[in-house]
């Protein structure tokens, strides 16, 4: 356990555990690792209980994480700064950040939300908030006899209401829609207006908001798999840092809860875990959860647009955010947006003049998320599921599953379950092709799924479906899900493969596209199925074991596939000719690379990414440079639909541009000063505890082990502003019941992969050492660490 766990701890209750809780009492058991197993008497015992023990491990970031949600970052921090952590949310300047908050989750939509909460969820938050500000209080009480928060006395972290915990919650559904476009929604005005300066250049790549190794792996195994039982591998690669990083914690309330896994920050209840009768997992799913819609203007005021033929004024909303001068002044900065029946007004001229807001034409957008109260009530009624027919029921009700799909199993069950069922604009291809418009062509040459509708049109309005808990959504019955007795799975591709022997085909092309390649990830998860379903196993005692080994695999699938005729058309020359762009331009002579080494490395090497492996980031920089050719790699055996898991295969050897990649690759090397065979623990690294710790895996290339550093400038090193492996769970179902272990790549506490406490779980996870979960209350106390009994406010001793 950390020593931020026992941070806010007051005189440890030591003894035997009482079954039966004091009204208003806390039970927090810590175990191995710190994790938390709270058990309280009823819901607002057990968001008490969560709020205490993340605020005990991640106040800094959480407190922070509620500044930006509030609006207020421009008030602390200054206009131009950005958060010290990557989100959900852009990257955005402090300003901008602002703006949006304050004008997405202002009192109106936080109402409406709050509204539509259940009364055993409102209980978990105002339970939180409770147990947040006892941690915070106490942590100050006691800050002279332990160590402390950087941040506890800093005049930004406060107490916490309900409403700073629901406008945490409303951010969770905007993360695949408004939140991807805060700069371009935060600086939307109208052409005759100065421009509010833009918080970040045109950027390269589409969609918005992505970053490079944000995803998961899922897979789910029924009982002709496995030889007796079902099996559910979870891989999440999330952020390792800031407000939507993972915290592991267990849950019970007797008789009515008992759950574990992870929530993001900020949330009381299990978002991806497991109880006695169900285990679940979820990938980003690669379907659009948002559409554009292309306004005609009237052309004597940009502020009115036009449809079927009727004039409608946009609405504005105006906002206030006091924000920090460079010598502490505080001045207010004023803004106003518009909003249109379909959405907010958004300037996309960044990403293409033609795309932005001018006299003529306008941009709206429309999240199917700013409409969805329910994400965080299913998550509640799937930590009470208690049955895999239960959970997949309560899914297709709520719709509510905001940007993930879901890959299931449950107790007794032989299936394994996939889904993409969730909140999905009803864009139908049909709806589609009848509102193509100019400004929708232009944008599909950026994004061909992304619907952009035309505006001016109220037909081509999100079609209405009976029977859907919101108005516009896609129906449960046209979106993919799929029962199997072998196994289904996804590593971030579309839905089409989650079993290549059934794949689901016919559905909208928003959802993510049919019968197109698969990332080479993707194929790595199959062949790892493939290879398990192979080997026959006969019971839950040696397919766990297999998988557990599957699931940190170090190969890297790309060099598996591809290296040998790469390395044959790259390595026909000891010495290449280097020309630059530039020195093409200007006939300059080329320069001679030496590739004749490199060669014999990546020859030698084992296509591994371990810690000792040398020529894994050799080939993991060659590798950049070959994806970053145009046009691409030609292969000989190009994509094949009926050969989905093989191709495409076989790069073209004789393509020239081989080997001046690799010679691109050496020069870089000997630029940097960097040997050619350096090994990758040399720099794929993470500082805990005090002390250096090497990693394994690689970002890309077809690594299954994700692990992807925030920027060069870092050197490989992994740390809070990381994307990669985050929160693994091998659960399975047999004659023992339910068993899980599990591991926590970047650990509970808050500094624990930024040099500081909280390593063990670092620690565990670069060693492979998977944790057996204590989940019954016999295994708890086998690993305790502390006990602690807690009092809510107004609880009779």
Not at 356 to 374: C, E, F, K, L, S
Not at 462 to 469: I, M
Not at 511 to 534: F, M, N, V
């Amino acid at each position: 356990m950390s020593a931020a766990a026992g941070a806010g701890a007051a005189t440890p209750f030591v003894g035997t555990p009482v079954r039966d809780l004091p009204a208003g009492a806390v039970d927090i058991r810590r175990t191995t690792d710190g994790i938390a197993h709270i058990r309280a008497g009823d819901m607002r015992g057990a968001g008490f209980g969560m709020g205490l023990a993340q605020a005990q491990d991640t106040l800094c970031t959480l407190a922070e994480a509620f500044v930006t949600y509030e609006g207020r970052r421009s008030f602390f921090f200054g206009p131009d700064g950005t958060p010290r952590h990557v989100a959900t949310f852009a990257q955005a300047r402090n300003l901008d950040l602002d703006v949006f908050f304050r004008a997405f989750v202002d009192a109106e939509a936080l109402a409406a939300y709050k509204m539509a909460q259940s009364p055993p969820l409102l209980a978990a938050l105002e339970g939180f908030a409770e147990g947040y500000n006892r941690s915070l209080s106490e942590q100050r009480q006691q800050a002279g006899r332990r160590k402390v928060r950087s941040c506890l006395f800093e005049p930004w972290v406060r107490p916490i209401t309900v409403n700073d915990l629901m406008r945490r919650l409303y951010a969770v559904g905007l993360a695949a829609g408004y939140a991807h476009f805060v700069p371009e929604l935060a600086g939307a005005h109208p052409p005759s207006e100065a421009k509010a300066k833009v918080g970040r250049a045109a950027m390269p790549a589409w969609p918005v908001g992505e970053r490079v190794g944000l995803g998961s792996n899922a897979l789910a195994f029924g009982r002709e798999a496995t030889g007796g039982g079902s099996a559910l591998l979870g891989n999440p690669h999330w952020y390792w840092g800031g407000p939507d990083r993972f915290y592991q914690a267990h849950i019970t309330i007797p008789g009515q809860l008992d759950v574990a896994g992870v929530s993001l920050l900020g949330v009381p209840l299990i978002m991806i875990g497991f109880n006695a009768d169900v285990a679940w997992s979820h990938t980003v799913s690669n379907a659009s959860r948002f559409s554009f819609h292309a306004l005609t203007l009237d052309p004597s005021d940009p502020l009115v647009y036009i449809v079927d033929g009727q004039p409608h004024r946009m609405e504005p909303r105006t906002v206030t955010v006091q924000v920090k001068g460079p010598r502490g002044k505080m001045d207010l900065v004023t803004r106003t947006l518009y909003r249109t029946r379909f959405g907010p007004v958004i300037d996309l001229g960044s990403q293409a003049p033609a795309l932005g807001w001018t006299r003529a034409t306008a941009v709206a957008m429309h999240d199917v998320n700013a409409d969805n109260a329910r994400i965080f009530q299913n998550y509640l009624d799937w930590n009470q599921a208690r049955s895999l027919d239960e959970l997949v029921a309560i899914q297709k009700k709520a719709m509510a599953i905001p940007w993930v799909n879901t890959l299931a199993i449950g107790r007794g069950d032989p299936r394994a379950w996939y889904s993409a069922i969730g909140a999905v604009p009803n864009v139908p291809d049909d709806l589609k092709a009848d509102c193509r418009n100019a400004m929708g062509d232009a944008f599909a040459q950026i994004d061909p799924r992304t619907p952009f509708l035309d505006g001016s049109r109220s037909a081509c309005d999100w079609r209405r479906a009976p029977g859907t808990p919101q108005a516009g959504i896609m129906p449960a019955d046209l979106q993919p899900s799929l029962f199997r007795r072998d196994y289904v799975a996804n590593m971030n591709d579309s839905h089409w493969l989650s079993q290549p022997l059934q794949p689901l085909e016919g559905y909208a092309g928003m959802l993510g596209g049919e019968r197109q390649a698969l990332s080479l990830r993707g194929r790595h998860g199959h062949a790892i199925a493939r290879d398990l379903l192979s080997a026959h196993h006969t019971s839950l005692e040696t397919f766990v074991p297999a998988l557990k080994r599957a699931a940190l695999t170090e190969r890297d699938y790309a060099a598996d596939q591809y290296k040998d005729a790469i390395l044959r058309g790259a390595c026909v020359h000891p010495v290449v000719s280097l020309a630059s762009p530039e020195q093409q331009a200007k006939a300059s002579p080329a320069r001679p690379v030496p590739v004749g080494e490199a060669c014999r490395i990546l020859a030698r090497w084992r296509n591994t990414g371990g810690p000792h492996d040398q020529g894994a980031l050799l080939w993991a920089a060659f590798w950049d440079k070959l994806e970053a050719l145009n046009p691409g790699l030609v292969y000989d055996q190009g994509f094949d639909a009926g050969a989905p898991l093989d191709t495409p295969a076989a790069p073209r050897s004789d393509d020239q541009r081989l080997a001046q990649a690799l010679a691109a690759t050496v020069a870089a090397f000997m630029a940097d000063q960097r040997p050619l065979n350096e090994p990758l623990g040399q720099r794929l690294h993470v500082l805990t505890g005090g002390r250096r710790v090497a990693l394994f895996g690689g970002c890309g290339a077809g690594y299954f082990t994700v692990a992807c550093a925030d920027d060069q400038a870092m050197g490989g090193r992994l740390g809070a502003r990381s994307v990669a492996n985050s929160y693994l769970q091998l659960v399975r179902f047999g004659p023992h019941g339910v068993e899980a272990d599990t591991l926590l790549a970047h650990g509970l506490d808050e500094n624990a992969v930024e040099g500081g406490q909280g390593s063990e779980p670092v620690v565990r996870y670069a060693r492979k050492q998977w944790l057996s979960f204590p989940f019954s209350d016999a295994a708890i106390e086998q690993q305790l660490v502390q006990r602690r009994r807690v009092w809510m406010a107004g609880a009779a001793r």
